[in-house]
């Protein structure tokens, strides 16, 4: 009895691991994708401010990933692998600053296919982790409401997938949904009283605009002025959550998506200075 269940557990561990290791393939493979796409767009214009800006979120989820991996350890060869892809050398070995951009995503897309190699036995370097007991990240502790931080960190994952697979509605709403959803949690920790000596309308907050609260996060100090970039789209983007089926709706670009993810970046880090 003890021996089959020992063999049961022994199976369920291995299928668990399988399941895991498939998860990280699928990930790493999505973050590949953008990485190739990324160097694409920095040959074509190395100096664009959004372009710079969606390397450096790359750079921060591959560090994420890649941290998961190595079991949150620096000294696993993996993570090495990832610090030196922003490090040049001089002719005697030190290390120096000064790596073009496109240099370190070159870079880093060879770190992740080490990675995808190790994961896949294709290969003859220590095996990666799989990190099947690393903490997941947690972008979004600064959210004062505990049930909220679970549904913000899927829907965040789900709009950057999207964006990946080029379904721009999907990306551009669902991170106007985190968006509005973030500030009205700042808004009701601040509290209604104090809110509306910053000039914010009497009603209940939950009967506010997103345009207003946005304004009022602004006023109150919560935010700064990086919602002024946001899209006029994503402005009324609960007017396209709304429209009927048959009601054709207005076409949202890459360049909407893209930018409203920048914004939302953007009041995450005012959100939580210790970024």
Partial sequence: MAEN???SSNREAAENLRAQIKTYLSHLDQLIRRGNQLRDRLAAEPSDPSTIADTR???EDCGVTINQLSGGSKAHWLARSFSEAFLMRSHDGRAV????PAEIVKRLLDVLQQAVDSLSGTDDAPVVAASTHAPAPHRFDFVHNPELRPVVEQAYTDSRSAFDQRDYDTALLTSCGILEAIVTDALEKKGLTALISS???PEKISDWSFETRLAVAERAGLIRGGCARLPAIARTYRDQVDVDAM??????????ARQTSQVLRVVMRDLDPGR
Avoid at 248 to 254: A, D, G, L, N
């Fill in 5 to 7: 269940q020992a063999l």
């Fill in 57 to 59: 979120q790359w750079h």
């Fill in 97 to 100: 600053e000064g790596v073009m």
């Fill in 199 to 201: 000039g914010a309308p």
């Fill in 247 to 256: 009601t054709s709706k207005p076409e949202i670009s890459e360049r909407d």
